[in-house]
Each structure stands twice: as structure tokens, then as C-alpha cells.
């Protein structure tokens, strides 16, 4: 896979964090964004062509030690970067604003995608404002319908293939080929580049001193392996004075990268058939399972799995808090959760989850959670509605 490298040394001593904070005040569209605010560091479109909702700028919950998720989660030093902020509700806009403006600064008429729900969701609606023709592969049957009606909203072509992911994935590589459409799935280098600003961000809203951990769902892999080459960067820049390590999270019946891991294999092999409720992590043949590997050594990371079940009572946990998040975000916390049981992660270690979707993603996992509907499913966090006769007498005896 193509990577973007940039000029470091044109940057070293000219390039600070007190640079990217003073844009913080700015009130250009380009220093609103929190991708573009990190600018030098993206690859370089002029601002003519760049395409931005002011992605971003999203929040950092610290989440109180004596709360009932850190308990949960068995961390006393925990934040939440919730990237389901973003415009579209997920951080696929993050390398969405990257990736679609370089598309219109090489001139490109149409982009495409295969996709879960999120990256056709976020492309179809940066494509619109670029004014490009979106055209998206969905598997059928295989998405949250949440995610499916974005992408039917903001006008792209929809294209349900009957198969899983990784056969759309093949054809919409096949196709982008054939037709000279610009792909922009994870394995566009310059969408990751604007992935890399999630961790900028988290940095910039912990004033620049790193936490001893990041923890990161694991799907098609772009993200984790995103932030460790940011970081990576930063460090190099003398911006970052030490690295994080990596965690990253992957469900129990879509966990390629996590066999490898457990095996001590340096290449990852594909999983035929991938299942999980958590669709946004639904892959069984990661597109950036190679930089992922690196990224994992490189910062002496882990990689865990979580079963749904373990996934949606971290959900409902999250959710409780206030925050909220769809299935494939709290993979985080359930991970989280097993990897301070077994000491891999120290209590007193600070500690950033990644959440990566907005909870309305997947309405429905949500409510059949809370309603005990989930078949196979145990809902020892449920908050069931109550039904109640229409008098005041009823209606009193249910809030009591």
C-alpha cells in the first residue's frame, strides 16, 4: 500500500504545538477544522480545493474515576474521544475531508466506496458539497439502516452486492480501476492522512502530554494504523515526547488481526466469513492489516477481542454515562474491561478510548438491547420502557 511521507526536517524548529493551539481561535473554516487545523502536517491542497464541514473539534470526556463505566472498565484515569461528533456521526469524516479534497484538486468527477455504513454515509455527503458523483458498495443485508439512509440521502449511488464486505471491497477496486474513479476506502493514502488528526486532537485537548494508552476498535485497521503514524511524526518533530501504545479491539468473529497477534505472525490472514453485531468492524480481509502490524509493534501495543455480548453490555454502560455510541465504538471499553482484568493495563495508567460512531448509527441494536430482543443475548444493563394505563394513578405507580 502507497503511504504519504512528508518533509520533516523543512518543519523541525519552525513547527510547535503552540502553533496548532493558536488556530484554535481563529475563526477560517480551514483552522475550525480539526483536521486542517494540523495542516502542515496533511497532505498539501490548497485551500481553494478543500472540501470541509469543519470536522473535528470533538470531545474529550473525562469520565469521573468513582463512576460507574470506570469501574466497569477497571481504569481510574479515562477519557472518552468521541468522534460519532463528527458531521456525519462518524470519524470516517476526519480522512473524508482529506481524501475527497485531493480527489477534486487532481480534477476527479466521481469517487467510490465499498463500505459497512460509515465511510458511505461520510463520502456520499463530502462528495455532494464537492460537487462529485458518489457512488457506494454496500453488502446487503449487512448494514445499519441508520448508516444505509445517509448515503441514499446525500444522493450517492447505491449498490447492494450480495455478499459480505470483502466482496465489495474486490469489486469496488475492480470497478474504480476499469472506470478511472477515484477510490477512497482506507487504502487511499491521503484519507488516512487526515485520519492521523484524531490523535492531534486527543494531544492538543490533553495539552500536548501523552496518555500512557489509546484503545481502538479494529475493523479494516486504518485508524489505529492513522494515529500511530501521526504520532510517529509528531515525535520526530520533537512535538511528542513519548508514544503511546496502541490497543486495539476486535470483535470475537471478525479478529484476523487479533489471530496473528495471539500467534506471533507478522502477516495476517484473511478470516473466510466475519460476523459480528458491531457491522461498522464487520471485515475479514483488513485493507491496512500490514501498517496495522507495524503500528502494533512500534508502540509495544496489544490487540484483544470482545464477544457482542461482551460489546453491547459495554454499550449499555457507555450509553448510561451519558455519552452514547454505536456497537462497534464500545468494542473499546469491553476491551478495556478484560485488558485491566488480566493487568496488561495498569488502574493507574492514563487511559484514551477511541469511540468512532454516533449511537443513532444503529438504532436498532440499541432498543432490542433495552427491550431483551437480541436473540442469544443476556441484558443485565437493560432500561426497558414501561408500559402504564393512561391515568394519573398509572403513571405514578411507573415513575416511582
Same mark, same amino acid.
Given at each position: ?8 526536517a ?9 502553533a ?21 502536517? %496533511? ?6 480545493? %478543500? ?5 473535528g ?15 466497569f472498565?477497571g ?19 476526519r480522512?473524508?475531508?482529506s481524501g ?10 466521481t ?31 449487512n %448494514? ?66 501523552? $496518555? ?21 511524526e ?12 496502541? #490497543? ?6 471478525a479478529n484476523?488481526l ?18 459480528? %453485531? ?21 508502540t509495544?501495543?496489544v ?16 450509553d #448510561? ?6 456497537p462497534?465504538?464500545?468494542?473499546t471499553?469491553?476491551?478495556l ?9 495498569? $488502574? ?22 433495552h427491550?431483551?430482543?437480541l ?14 394505563? #393512561? ?10
Amino acid at each position: 500500500m502507497l503511504e504519504v511521507r512528508h518533509d520533516l526536517a523543512r518543519w523541525v524548529g519552525r513547527l510547535s504545538a503552540a502553533a496548532f493551539d493558536a488556530r484554535l481561535s481563529s475563526k477560517r473554516a480551514v483552522d475550525r477544522s480539526g483536521v486542517w487545523r494540523f495542516r502542515e502536517l %496533511i497532505p498539501p491542497v490548497e485551500e481553494r480545493f %478543500i472540501v470541509t464541514r469543519g470536522e473535528g473539534a470533538t470531545t474529550l470526556y473525562p469520565i469521573d474515576a468513582d463512576s460507574a463505566l470506570a469501574r466497569f472498565a477497571g481504569a481510574h484515569h479515562l477519557w472518552l474521544k468521541h468522534e460519532g461528533e463528527n458531521p456525519t456521526g462518524s470519524f470516517k469524516d476526519r480522512g473524508m475531508t482529506s481524501g475527497v479534497s485531493t480527489a477534486k484538486r487532481l480534477g476527479m468527477a466521481t469517487v467510490a466506496c465499498a463500505s459497512t455504513g460509515n465511510t458511505s454515509a461520510s463520502m456520499a455527503s463530502y462528495a455532494a458539497i464537492a460537487g462529485m458523483r458518489a457512488i457506494v458498495f454496500i453488502p446487503e443485508g449487512n %448494514i445499519a439502516f441508520g448508516k444505509l439512509s445517509q448515503a441514499l440521502a446525500y444522493g450517492a449511488r447505491t449498490v447492494q452486492i450480495a455478499g459480505d464486505f470483502d466482496a465489495a471491497m474486490r469489486l469496488v477496486e475492480e470497478v474504480s480501476v476499469r472506470e478511472g474513479i477515484y477510490l477512497l476506502n482506507s487504502l487511499n493514502p491521503f484519507r488516512l492522512e487526515g485520519q492521523k488528526a484524531i490523535g492531534f486532537e486527543l494531544l492538543q485537548d490533553l495539552d500536548w502530554e501523552p $496518555p500512557d494508552w489509546i484503545v481502538v476498535p479494529g475493523g479494516n485497521l486504518g485508524n489505529n494504523s492513522a494515529i500511530y503514524k501521526g504520532f510517529s511524526e509528531l515525535h520526530c518533530l520533537g512535538i511528542l515526547k513519548r508514544m503511546p501504545r496502541l #490497543a486495539v479491539i476486535q470483535a470475537s468473529g471478525a479478529n484476523p488481526l487479533y489471530r496473528a497477534f495471539r500467534a506471533g505472525a507478522s502477516v495476517v490472514t484473511p478470516i473466510e466469513k466475519a460476523e459480528t %453485531i458491531a457491522t461498522a468492524i464487520k471485515i475479514g480481509n483488513p485493507v491496512s492489516a500490514a501498517k496495522s502490524v507495524r503500528a502494533i509493534k512500534e508502540t509495544r501495543g496489544v490487540v484483544e477481542e470482545v464477544t457482542d455480548q461482551e460489546t453491547m453490555d459495554a454499550k449499555a454502560m457507555i450509553d #448510561a454515562a451519558g455519552v452514547g455510541a454505536e456497537p462497534a465504538s464500545c468494542v473499546t471499553i469491553a476491551g478495556l474491561k478484560k485488558l485491566t482484568a488480566a493487568g496488561t493495563i495498569k $488502574p493507574e495508567e492514563r487511559v484514551v478510548c477511541i469511540l468512532t460512531g454516533h449511537v443513532l448509527k444503529d438504532p436498532d441494536a440499541t432498543a432490542k438491547y433495552h427491550r431483551s430482543e437480541l436473540t442469544g443475548f443476556t441484558t443485565p444493563h437493560a432500561n426497558a420502557p414501561v408500559r402504564c394505563e #393512561a391515568t394519573l394513578d398509572a403513571v405514578m405507580r411507573a415513575i416511582c
